[in-house]
């Protein structure tokens, strides 16, 4: 008994992680986002001032 016990704690926790680990994915890409339009208005900005 302790066997499935252990075994169905085990798929429990790893279910639980995967949400975790894909929020922090997609934060993850949206931290890159942002910084990308960031640069990207920089690279704006600094090119209309050289006009």
């Keep these: 008994m302790a066997v499935?016990?252990?075994f169905?704690?085990?798929i429990v926790t790893a279910?639980?992680?995967r949400p975790d680990?894909?929020?922090i994915a997609e934060?993850?890409?949206r931290?890159?986002?942002r910084l990308a339009?960031?640069?990207i208005r920089q690279e704006r900005?600094?090119?209309e001032r050289r006009d």
Excluded: C, P
Aim: hydrophobic share 40%.
């Design 4 to 6: 499935w016990r252990d």
């Design 8 to 10: 169905l704690a085990a």
């Design 27 to 29: 934060e993850r890409r």
């Design 21 to 23: 680990e894909r929020a």
């Design 31 to 33: 931290a890159v986002e």
């Design 37 to 39: 339009e960031e640069r």
């Design 45 to 47: 900005g600094s090119a």
């Design 15 to 17: 279910l639980r992680q």
